[in-house]
């Protein structure tokens, strides 16, 4: 059965390796892609999703969202992704337009016009999904589950406590986790330890250009390592096709909205809050070997 979704996303070098598997694999079925600011400005971000979707001849729509976090100031990831976002790669310029409408407004239609449960995709901050949230609350009983990049129960990558989706709109993830849908957290206690090592990295321009133009713009990314490069939006869609590859602790996530902790999400492991209810599924472990594995054959079985 194909999984139908929905993606939130801010490309982004590992958004825009996470939206070629969502938009390639067979068993997923990817019906609208909406746009935030994070990574760099949400103008950026959407020309890199509709450059994603032209670059495979598809004709996805895209929405722009959020221009910037629902309460906080905005800060981008240029230092990491680039002035545009996606570097490296001579895209086509013919992009297809986006739609006329919000993301908001889009994901409102396109949720309630699903007969099938729809999984939401956040791969940027959540500012869309909370202000759908607060704007039609009647969507929330037509999402199946919310599979997120962000959060870590370690240590953050924008301060010593926030990973930077979370940090970019930490009011906005306080919302979501607080909204009673299933949330499966794809945060850096994984996709930190699923680097996509430098020999796959290498193997990506032999396959084909699919494989080149990931390879041009991941070898771009700021964040590079001795041990390769983290693709953490990428997890998610690893989690939705092999979830046997990652380990998940059921567990309740606050979300810390200020002071020095801010964007900080708590995993109450030891139950001493919230009366054993838990709200999300956090992913602990997963298995690197395969995440690499997989991302290759995800890539090799592409035509272009
Ligand atoms: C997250 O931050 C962004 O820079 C990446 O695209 C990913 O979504 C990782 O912390
Ligand atoms: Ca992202």
Redesign the pocket.
């Known amino acids: 059965m194909t999984i139908k979704i929905l993606m939130d996303t801010?490309p982004?070098?590992?958004?825009a390796a996470a939206l070629t598997m969502a938009i390639n694999d067979p068993n997923i079925d990817l019906k609208l892609i909406t746009t935030v600011a994070?990574?760099v400005t949400v103008d950026k971000t959407t020309i890199n999703a509709l450059k994603i979707v032209r670059f495979f001849n598809q004709d996805i729509p895209v929405a722009a969202g959020a221009e910037q976090p629902l309460f906080k100031d905005f800060e981008d990831?240029a230092r990491?992704?680039g002035a545009s976002g996606m570097p490296g790669y001579e895209f086509p310029t013919d992009l297809p337009t986006p739609l006329h409408k919000t993301a908001v407004e889009a994901l409102h239609d396109e949720i309630m016009a699903s007969a099938d449960p729809i999984t939401l995709v956040p791969?940027?901050s959540y500012t869309n999904i909370a202000l759908l949230f607060s704007e039609y609350p009647e969507v929330k009983s037509h999402i199946d589950r919310i599979v997120a990049?962000?959060g870590a129960l370690g240590k953050g990558?924008m301060t010593s406590a926030a990973?930077?989706?979370v940090f970019t709109d930490p009011d906005a993830a306080a919302i979501v986790y607080k909204s009673g849908i299933p949330i499966v957290m794809v945060g850096?206690d994984i996709?930190m330890k699923a680097l996509l090592t430098h020999e796959s990295i290498e193997e990506l321009p032999k396959i084909s250009e699919t494989g080149k133009m990931l390879h041009d713009i991941i070898i771009n990314d700021g964040d590079n390592s001795d041990s390769g490069i983290?693709m953490?939006?990428v997890n998610t869609i690893f989690y939705l096709l092999h979830p046997e590859a990652i380990k998940t602790e059921d567990m309740w996530i606050d979300v810390v909205t200020d002071g020095p902790a801010i964007g900080e999400t708590v995993g109450d492991i030891r139950g001493a809050y919230h009366d054993g209810k838990t709200n999300a599924k956090v992913s602990v472990d997963i298995d690197a070997v395969a995440f690499n594995k997989w991302f290759l054959e995800e890539v090799r079985a592409i035509k272009n």
């Not at 982004?12 to 958004?15: A, P, Q, R, S, Y």
């Open positions: 801010d982004g070098i590992d958004d994070g990574n990831a990491i992704h791969t940027g990049m962000g990558n990973e930077f989706n850096l996709t983290a953490h939006d």
